[in-house]
């Protein structure tokens, strides 16, 4: 039985031929106009060509997390140096650190927070799959003063979606003094993100995902609160190219529409994402919300064909992501046969992150194009796939009929 197809009007096949159609979590397929601005020639990085389009990268990077009053940095490294910029510029060695962990990413940005210098303490989500409950954040906030609380937004191991709305509210009311940290990596352009709004003091992210752009940027808006915790500092820097006194004068200058310079631009990789954040807010903000439902929408159809096939989330109702899904692998079959026969069908699937199930999980992105552009049909392909590959290897683990 094959998945529900939607009537598209004037469809069309992806124009990208020769290449297997991602669906992990990241990178994600991505618009030919994205493709074409990482093509063009090299512009200098102090050119006026350049810094005009580095200023308006900037500030599209603000309005899609909901600020107007954030410093944004974009600077070419992973989702992963968005980390290090918190602890080499907000953090001092004894500071106190809540990290709210619900799944791989949480225990990275505790590693690198504690290579700088801080004390973390991890709160854990109650059982694998559901989010920190709020009341354990609040007793946890109470039991000692932290500098900094820290929520992965979406953890792409397990697709724990976190109510960081209702985190910010507990976390200013119990202890108004805490800065609130938000990684976005999976989060930033298919989920409501209102950085002013809800009082979010960091957001961090990158280019490849939901943003929809090319591996290779890190994006990180620092409210003013974040940058005056790291103007009144009273140690240095622990470390170099993280460091918001290199860059912050560098970001400041073309937000001024200025050229600066501390390392080369990235060029090519900020005008593709110049491209992809014009493409998210081409009609506001209303049309970045029609965006977040059509990844909700799609995450919705992708979860009643894996229902249809027995595979139940990992995730409990209610902390579903909207750009990824993740779900069990029906009993006696493993992840790897089944990526590896969609990937056969040209779809690249993600197995498990967390080593204790790695092989008895996969992992689902949906995200940017594949979603907003239905003419690509790239959302109809991906159930398909899953539908006819799972089918396919449950028939072939059936008993042959006896024969008298």
Known sequence: MSSPKPQIPNSKKRDQPGHKLLAIPGPVEVGNNVLEALAQPPLSHVSPDFTRIFQQGLLLSKKVVGSASGQPFIIAGSGTLGWDQVGANLVERGDRVLVLRTGYFGDGFSSCLTSYGAKVTTLKAPSLGEPVSLGDLESALLGQNFKLITVTHVDTSTGV??????????????????????????????????????????????????????????????????????????SPIQGYYASWQKWLPIMEAYMAGKAAYFGTQPVNLVRALTEALQDIMKNGEEGLALRIEAHRKAARRLRAVAAQL?????????????????????????????????GAKGVVMAGGLLAEVKDRYIRIGHMGVSVVDERRGDIEKITDTLYAVVTELLEEKRPEPATS
Not at 168 to 173: F, G, L
Not at 201 to 217: M, R, W
Not at 226 to 232: G, I, N, P, V
Not at 318 to 323: L, Q
């Open 161 to 234: 979606l976190s109510d960081i709305k209702s985190i910010a509210a507990v976390a200013r009311r119990v202890s108004p003094q805490t800065l609130i940290v938000l990684d976005a990596v999976c989060s930033a352009g298919c989920e409501d993100i209102k950085m002013d709004a809800w009082g979010i003091d960091v957001v961090l992210t990158a280019s490849q995902k939901a943003i929809g752009a090319l591996p290779g940027l890190s994006l990180l808006i620092a409210s003013p609160r974040a940058l005056e915790t790291y103007s009144t500092r009273t």
């Open 310 to 342: 027995g595979m139940k989330t990992l995730t409990s109702r209610g902390a579903e992501a909207a750009g990824l899904t993740a779900v069990w692998v029906p009993e006696g079959l493993t992840a790897t046969k089944i990526l590896q026969r969609a």
